[in-house]
């Protein structure tokens, strides 16, 4: 299984025109694959959609979006708004649960590290040993490496059902010694994150 991540930049006060464009786009969209999740930023870069999908590989992901572009409803009709994409594909960890749709939200943190070369393996390792005790706490929507896109990347993205949760959620990790697992901070070089709301249509909620 691997992800496809996309983040738009759009033009500012555009996010209700853009949600519904998409939205009525995807109707059309979905019958050749379906979301993984939609989301606005909310806290972070302002103006930014991420919408996620998944694929069993990256021929499958070919396929599906060389079918869909025939299609006359897709994509969809933003592209009056865009003023910046990004596109990066992450492997997640086969330890990771798969991301399916439901509601474990509405507030997900998306957290974007840069990792010294190499050291990806043993962050895995480390994540492994200490995700289930993590995962009482809240929920891990999706955690891997970026296989094409930005050089050593390493994203996750974690559910919680408020602002408030998330901080106590964090603390408790902390205060218990179940996160973050050891030897992290030895191997990152930067770190960003940013707070995401899901569009009405969003799979994930």
Do not use: C
Request: no cysteine; hydrophobic share 40%.
């Amino acid at each position: 299984m691997i992800y496809e991540i996309r983040t738009y930049r759009i033009a500012p006060r555009s996010l209700p025109e853009v949600e519904k464009r998409f939205g009525e786009g995807y109707e059309a969209r979905k019958k050749y694959s379906e979301l993984t999740a939609f989301w606005h930023t909310e806290v972070g870069p302002l103006n930014e959609i991420v919408h996620v999908w998944g694929y069993r590989d990256l021929a499958e992901r070919a396929r599906i979006r060389a079918e869909a572009a025939k299609d006359p409803n897709w994509p969809p009709k933003i592209g009056e708004f865009i003023r910046e994409m990004r596109s990066e594909i992450v492997a997640p960890f086969g330890f990771i649960p798969e991301a399916r749709p439901g509601k474990i939200g509405p507030i997900f943190e998306l957290r974007y590290y840069t990792l010294k070369p190499g050291t990806l393996p043993e962050l895995a390792k480390g994540w492994e040993a200490a995700l289930p005790e993590r995962m009482k706490l809240s929920p891990v929507v999706l955690a891997g490496g970026v296989e094409f896109g930005r050089a050593n990347g390493f994203v996750h993205i974690w559910a919680y059902a408020s602002l408030d949760q998330r901080a106590q959620v964090r603390a408790e990790a902390v205060k218990k010694g179940v996160w973050p697992p050891p030897g992290g901070g030895d191997r990152l070089l930067t770190q960003e994150n940013k707070i995401l709301l899901p569009a009405a249509f969003s799979p994930l909620q």
